[in-house]
């Protein structure tokens, strides 16, 4: 009875798009919080070891938060099994390690709009990986039409619409290593969808954001790191950060399980919007965001996302 009911609400239609937008608002806000965490624990933009310190902070609780969520939603608690260990390190090294060593330093080198929308990329690098690495599925005109809309839209924003400008708007440590965190995200997608037919999805991501920030934590104060409490609000700041991938990740799962994936998936498409919202308003980045190069950009991935994702409605035949 409590399974149906359950069944019942989150596959209502406004129950699935606003829990959706909620799971995105969060996404989004990650760009601006990393780059406010920056100024709250002074870190600099050439500080690297104290940005991974940051971010194994953060990822660390995020993990112990995912462990205690899906302890309670299964309600036992999640042990992650012997045998499933080398799964939670090797998404440990993709999904919390590479990716966001390659996100935070992106952050310090490049707006939060642009991050928003290059991020983005994560969606189409992973069809790419599962037709031709991990041959799950097959490449369609959907899918491919999708992807070079999506694609499309990071080189309108990284070129600042202009081609012959293109080499001059891409930054190593900026663009460069947002493109970089996308791929290592999409990988580690790729490597869920393996591992989960081993192991709980949840046990895995809960395990594998807290080995992964540990590693970070000892990583960021073995070069050297260093955390400077400059406001009050740091450490909540810093809760709410690691309850941006536990809460969000949490939640998006339960969408998953009680509808159908497409219909959950294209409602991704408000991630990048509402990341480049958010970055205008709390990072002061109006006049980047309303720029007619950012919103050509920003519709191109939307839509790519939305192409990519959208529910195709299954032929029936008449008897």
């Not at 359950?6 to 806000?29: D, Q």
């Not at 100024?39 to 933009?45: D, K, L, T, V």
Request: charged residues 10%; aromatic residues 12%.
């Amino acid at each position: 009875m409590t399974n149906n009911t359950e069944k019942t609400i989150w596959s209502r239609l406004p129950i699935l798009v606003i829990s959706a937008f909620f799971c995105c608002l969060l996404w989004g806000s990650a760009s601006p919080a990393i780059k406010i965490g920056y100024e709250m624990f002074n870190i600099g933009a050439g500080d690297t070891p104290s940005r991974i310190l940051f971010a194994g902070c953060r990822f660390a609780i995020a993990g112990i938060m995912v462990i205690i969520f899906g302890s309670l939603l299964s309600r036992k608690f999640l042990k992650l099994q012997v045998s499933t260990v080398k799964y939670a390190l090797v998404l440990a090294c993709f999904q919390t390690i590479l990716q966001y060593i390659f996100f935070y330093m992106a952050l310090a080198h490049t707006s939060g709009v642009r991050g928003s929308i290059i991020n983005a990329a994560g969606t189409f690098f992973s069809i790419l990986l599962a037709v031709y690495v991990f041959h799950y599925e097959k490449m369609t005109l959907r899918k491919a039409l999708g992807s070079l809309l999506g694609f499309a839209g990071v080189v309108v924003i990284v070129s600042a619409g202009s081609f012959s400008s293109l080499s001059g708007n891409i930054s190593l440590q900026g663009e460069g290593a947002m493109i970089a965190a996308a791929l290592a995200n999409a990988a580690s997608g790729c490597f869920i969808k393996k591992f989960s037919a081993k192991e709980n999805p949840v046990t895995l991501s809960g395990y594998q954001f807290f080995i992964g920030g540990i590693a970070m934590i000892v990583i960021g104060l073995a070069c050297g790191g260093h955390l400077q409490i400059m406001s009050s609000y740091s450490i909540p700041l810093l809760i709410y950060m690691a309850f941006i991938s536990a809460g969000a990740y949490t939640l998006w799962g339960i969408l998953l399980k009680y509808n159908p994936v497409s219909h959950v998936t294209v409602l991704g498409f408000m991630n990048p919007v509402l990341g480049v919202i958010l970055s205008a308003i709390f990072l002061h980045e109006g006049n980047e965001a309303m720029n007619v190069i950012t919103l050509a950009a920003l519709v191109l991935v939307a839509l790519g996302i939305y192409v990519v994702n959208r529910p195709i409605k299954e032929k029936t035949k008449e008897n």
